[in-house]
């Protein structure tokens, strides 16, 4: 540990300091090297005293990334840093390109200044323009392929003349401009161009999602326990603990203590369930750890339960960390007769405040027989709550402070919803959860990787208790683009009203994810494509997991039409109360002598289209209703639009008025969803129906300090008058539908016999797999 010679600063502190969030300062000081070059660049830097989380990461960045062959110049770029003449990831980069080239040599500051962007100030104007001549030199292209543009060839057009602007206002310039130049889109924008059709270009399309989900994935993929030790291997050191005074504990199990536990297992792979990872071919116990009385509630438990059903999961076996309270009791007392725990009498705040500074309680030293009879008497009931716990004796001046004397019980007189009132002492997680795990013979202990910083006092206290230890393996929290995925951050969003609940569709939760209509095979899908990594702050695309979901929503979904924005169409040349039954295909691929497979929709002379797919001004590249032009209703007629009925604005669209083809020799390009009126002057039904976006504009909300104020505020549009078909009309909750040519849709349980509601899963169109990423 480096701390600035007569500071009791610790580099946690002054980690926090420079704006590093706490998971990342935490995973930074369990690495000795990184925590010294971190600590050595905020000195060099002069910002003991903090910055704003700007100039922090970009320390941080320095502190992991720099070339070491230029160590003489790091100085100098820490000025340019804090002056903010170097103020973004790209520019840093530059720097790194620039010093690793010059290495120890002497270089003029004018030449490293303009390889790096410095004192280049790219304003909005700027940006605006250069994106205006981007569009402009690639029209022809956009307007030929539409939304089916590559935005990241555009973006990239503009990065190569503008290497320093900020990519967020690129990104929402070039989004502007798009719709600008095309408008709504149409009916062909999800339709494939004809030269698509072209065999060969299928082919590749198809390899490159089957790139993405091959037929035969490697072992490795379908069991991610081939990376692992096999249970019969674990005797090797799992760990080294390095102390304070210079001694090294290499903890690892003894070959007595490996035989009795195999002997249990019979050789087989047994794990904890961990709900944010999906693990296979394994024995997987789920386990609630219920240490605190105040905490537990029955509809918690009830709702994981329930789903981890839906999601498919079938643990091994269900337990709780309070099956065990007096196993971890007599353990407890087991430590404290070796010397390895002691009853203390710190409050909180003295229990900080000691560790703040790496001092010993006063109590640590007591005798082992006055803690025994003070811990007894805690169990029974005679101490007050708060005036004593039990710490473990473990080394308050550790570089790791997890191993300041964590506490291992604490005394609350409050009965446990699952064991009564049996005990007015509880284990903390810290000492429960690695006992419980050796007492229920795991062989791989999973976690998250904020928590490797606790793999020493793990193993610590296991090996002073002398029982089986099994192997403990790090993973990288999941993390999707355009959402936050931290309890903290989701439990203010939800505390403060800015989402509607847990089982808001925007938010990243299981119970989300099924509200909008997200199956459990795509979403286990998606993660077994994943697959783990220890690659802290990998981020995974949005649109990667929403591959998965159309991929699967495809197959089950059946088709349906609902119009979102109706705008009436009055049919002149079939007659007023003539309605035809039509028959609508539920499946692309329906069979005609499957019943099943089709359903009943009427025709009369009043239908609705959606307002976007009709324009005053009609162009080569428009597929959709103009006047004087055709277009085809899905399976039914084609229709001509003869005249548009204006407001008293003369440009309010109010109907149009068209004839229809009842031969059908007319074979327009475009073709449009529809729904007519099911009966003479009776609407079609109304139903309501919500479009769920990205909840965030940034990929990574997260690192953003006002992160708030990147809320996308169209993440939730309802459509409260839409029109559908009759035959959804009997459509129950949580039932998924594919409206035509518009997206994937599930019916909402806020529905009533009165309203259906539909949340917008996802959209038709698929990133991901057409980009073959």
């Not at 060099?44 to 910055?51: M, R």
């Not at 003349?161 to 130049?181: G, M, N, S, T």
């Not at 997987?284 to 509630?297: F, G, I, L, S």
């Not at 795991?442 to 208790?465: D, G, P, V």
């Amino acid at each position: 540990m480096v701390v600035k010679e007569g500071s009791s600063e610790t580099p946690l502190e002054l980690f926090l300091k420079i704006g590093l969030d706490e998971r990342t300062a935490q995973n930074t000081i369990a690495n000795n090297k990184v925590t010294a070059n971190l600590t050595a660049v905020i000195h060099e830097a002069g910002v003991t005293e903090g910055c704003n989380r700007t100039i922090g990461n970009l320390l941080y960045t320095v502190a992991t990334k720099y070339p070491a062959n230029a160590l003489i110049h790091r100085p100098t770029l820490l000025g340019y840093i804090v002056s903010l003449k170097i103020k973004t990831p790209a520019q840093l980069e530059a720097a790194f390109s620039f010093l690793s080239k010059t290495a120890s040599e002497s270089f003029k500051l004018n030449e490293f200044e303009e390889a790096c962007g410095v004192g280049v100030e790219v304003s909005v104007e700027d940006i605006e323009q250069t994106v205006n001549e981007v569009f402009e030199q690639n029209k022809e292209s956009i307007l030929e392929l539409r939304y089916r543009t590559n935005v990241g060839d555009l973006f990239a057009h503009v990065r190569k003349r503008l290497p320093w602007a900020d990519p967020k206002i690129v990104k929402q310039l070039i989004d502007a401009k798009l719709f600008e130049l095309l408008g709504e889109r149409t009916a062909a924008d999800n339709e494939k161009p004809s030269k698509q059709k072209k065999e060969k270009p299928a082919k590749v399309e198809d390899k490159k999602v089957a790139d993405d989900n091959p037929v035969q994935p490697a072992e490795e993929d379908l069991n991610p326990f081939l990376i692992f030790p096999n249970p019969d291997e674990n005797f090797k050191v799992h760990t080294e603990i390095f102390f304070s005074d210079n001694s090294v504990l290499r903890c690892c199990n003894t070959k007595e203590m490996l035989d009795k536990h195999l002997k249990a297992t019979k050789g087989k792979v047994f794990t904890r369930f961990p709900l944010s990872q999906m693990v296979i071919y394994t024995l997987v116990m789920q386990r609630y750890d219920d240490t605190n009385p105040e905490a537990e509630k029955k509809e918690y438990i009830d709702h994981i339960e329930e789903i981890v059903e839906w999601m498919g999961w079938k643990p091994f076996k269900i337990t709780y960390t309070s099956d065990y309270f007096q196993d971890l009791h007599d353990l407890a007392v087991e430590l404290i007769r070796r010397g390895h725990a002691y009853v203390d009498h710190q409050t909180p705040d003295e229990i900080k405040e000691y560790r703040e500074k790496k001092m010993n309680s006063p109590w640590r030293d007591r005798p082992i027989a006055e803690s025994l009879k003070l811990f007894d008497e805690m169990r029974r009931g005679m101490i007050e709550e708060g005036k004593a716990t039990l710490r473990m004796k473990q080394d308050m001046q550790s570089d790791n402070f997890n191993m300041y004397d964590l506490i291992a019980y604490r005394i609350k007189f409050t009965p446990h919803p699952h064991s009564g009132d049996k005990w007015c002492i509880y284990p903390s997680y810290d000492y429960a959860h690695c006992i419980v795990d050796s007492l229920e013979n795991i062989t791989h202990s999973l976690c998250t990787l904020e928590f490797e910083t606790r793999r020493a006092s793990y193993y610590w206290l296991l090996h002073a208790l002398g029982i089986y230890q099994p192997y403990v393996w790090e993973y990288s929290r999941l993390n999707v683009t355009n959402t936050v995925m931290s309890k903290r951050k989701l439990n203010f969003l939800v505390t403060k009203k800015y989402v509607d609940g847990w089982d808001d569709p925007r938010l990243m939760t299981l119970a989300g994810l099924r509200r909008r209509g997200v199956t459990s095979t795509a979403i286990n899908a998606f993660v077994r494509g994943i697959g783990i990594t220890r690659s802290d702050g990998s981020l995974i695309r949005l649109d990667r997991l929403e591959y998965h979901i159309r991929e699967e929503l495809n197959k089950t979904a059946s088709r349906t039409m609902v119009v979102l924005h109706p705008l009436k169409v009055v049919i002149n040349n079939l007659e007023s109360g003539s309605i035809m039954d039509l028959e609508a295909k539920k499946w692309p691929d329906a069979q005609t002598d499957d019943t099943t497979a089709f359903y009943k929709v009427p025709f009369s002379n009043v239908v609705y289209i959606e307002q976007s797919d009709f324009r005053m001004k009609d162009s080569k590249d428009y597929y959709g209703l103009a006047p004087g032009k055709s277009v085809l209703l899905r399976y039914a007629f084609p229709i001509k639009c003869t005249e548009v009925v204006l407001a008293d604005d003369n440009e309010t669209i109010i109907e149009i008025r068209a004839e229809y083809d009842p031969t059908k020799k007319t074979k327009p390009k475009g073709v449009l969803h529809w729904v007519a009126e099911p009966s003479p002057g009776v609407d079609p039904l109304k139903v309501e129906v919500r479009l769920f976006d990205k909840l965030f504009n940034s990929e990574n909300p997260a690192e953003l300090d006002d992160w708030l104020s990147d809320l996308n505020p169209r993440s939730k549009v309802v459509m409260s008058n839409a029109y559908a078909v009759p035959s959804l009309k009997n459509a129950a909750a949580g039932e998924r539908f594919q409206f035509e040519r518009l997206g994937y849709f599930v019916v909402d349980k806020d529905s009533t016999p009165d309203k259906l509601v539909f949340n917008r899963t996802v959209t038709l169109r698929d990133g991901y797999g057409k980009s073959g990423k």
